[in-house]
T-cell receptor, first 114, second 114 residues
Framework: DGGITQSPKYLFRKEGQNVTLSCEQN?????MYWYRQDPGQGLRLIYY???????QKGDIAEGYSVSREKKESFPLTVTSAQKNPTAFYLC?????????????FGSGTRLTVV | GQQLNQSPQSMFIQEGEDVSMNCTSS?????WLWYKQDPGEGPVLLIA?????ELTSNGRLTAQFGITRKDSFLNISASIPSDVGIYFC??????????????FGKGMKLTVNP
């Protein structure tokens, strides 16, 4: 079955470490997105990519980095520069690069700083 | 970036009751979407609306695209325990140019008492 796979489901990071969250989709979708979810804050856009080898900053890109070397993959790195990284991270994609079709979301990665 | 005004923020209802929630924006939207998120999972698309005044149903769910194109509502009738979760509105701004991304509300947490 086609879908978006995020891994790992739970991730623990020590202070000062970089960690990378995986997002893979086999839906042949063109655009992919990373959102951060905090309680009561809704979904806030970190980065998005509409085509391979191109990506744009969202509203809260500071302390994060991404790459889009393959259509299927859009990994997110949470760097040590992100001061409050503990959150639930969601990856999403859309077909044909048209947001009005609605995103398909992965099941999320919960990152905790220890 | 813009975030939609979604209300109420939470609701506690008895099984069998109806519940309504709405979403407003400061700009015109050409698409309104409603998602449901179960705990620890990614949001799942419930209903998509594409035309001002459009009224769409999906089982016990009914949603409408406001005439002004700046609002939408979702109604759940005869609630059941599995309706528990967070409901998000999302939309695509009419004037966002070449970037394809959705704007989200902060979510409405629904609790259903059996």
């Amino acid at each position: 079955d086609g879908g978006i796979t995020q891994s790992p489901k739970y991730l623990f990071r020590k202070e000062g470490q970089n960690v990378t969250l995986s997002c893979e989709q086999n839906l042949n979708h063109d655009a992919m997105y990373w959102y951060r979810q905090d309680p009561g804050q809704g979904l806030r856009l970190i980065y998005y990519s509409q085509i391979v080898n191109d990506f744009q900053k969202g509203d809260i890109a500071e302390g994060y980095s991404v790459s889009r070397e393959k259509k299927e993959s859009f990994p997110l790195t949470v760097t040590s520069a992100q001061k409050n990284p503990t959150a639930f991270y969601l990856c999403a994609s859309i077909p044909g690069g048209k947001a009005n079709y609605g995103y398909t979301f992965g099941s999320g990665t919960r990152l905790t700083v220890v | 970036g813009q975030q939609l005004n979604q209300s109420p923020q939470s609701m506690f209802i008895q099984e069998g009751e109806d519940v309504s929630m709405n979403c407003t924006s400061s700009s015109i939207f050409n698409t309104w979407l409603w998602y449901k998120q179960d705990p620890g999972e990614g949001p799942v698309l419930l209903i998509a609306l594409y035309k001002a005044g459009e009224l769409t149903s999906n089982g016990r769910l009914t949603a409408q695209f406001g005439i002004t194109r700046k609002d939408s509502f979702l109604n759940i009738s005869a609630s059941i325990p599995s309706d528990v979760g967070i409901y998000f509105c999302a939309g695509r701004e009419a004037a966002q140019g070449g970037s394809e991304k959705l704007v989200f509300g902060k979510g409405m947490k629904l609790t259903v008492n059996p």
